[in-house]
């Protein structure tokens, strides 16, 4: 097992509208022989809902690698990747996608926090970085003329 220097997890910032459904993708950076993820992530259940783990989305983990998830309590995702094969990952990606529901209100904001973040069993909460989701009136509309002079 090898771990690398400076490998981190990432969740975004961003915004959803009112009674949206929408893709939060959880990306790995400067990951050395990938064995290993295992993630525990804390959300306001009250504001969003987690509905499903899409695994691999574009394909960086392809060949020999198992996703085992876990979103039976309210307000927390469990999400462990391992390899059964020698032929592993390294670098930077979108390794999974969680898809949630906006539940909440205009205005509201359910962080996105790791309790637990480990790759190839070493814990990375030190440089992992928290995400979040707001809710938000994101649909915009311009109208106006418009005039030619000649």
């Known amino acids: 097992m090898t771990t690398g220097w400076g490998q981190s997890i990432e969740l975004p910032q961003k915004f959803m509208n009112k009674d949206e459904i929408k ?42 690698y198992t996703f085992t998830t876990n979103l ?41 926090t790791f309790l637990d973040a480990q790759i190839n069993s070493v814990s990375v909460l030190g440089t992992a970085v928290d995400g979040s989701i707001e809710i938000g009136n994101c649909e915009y509309s311009i109208r106006g003329n418009v005039f030619y002079y000649s």
């Open 23 to 64: 893709n939060i993708p959880i990306f790995i950076y400067n990951v050395t022989n990938l064995e290993s993820i295992q993630l525990k992530i804390e959300y306001d259940e009250s504001i969003i809902l987690a509905e499903e783990i899409i695994e691999n989305p574009v394909g960086i983990l392809d060949g020999g």
């Open 72 to 112: 039976t309590e309210p307000g927390i995702i469990q999400l462990a990747i391992g390899s059964n094969s020698a032929n592993v990952f390294s670098g930077s990606g979108m390794i999974a996608q969680i898809v949630f529901q906006s539940i909440g209100s205009i205005g509201e904001v359910s962080s996105l």
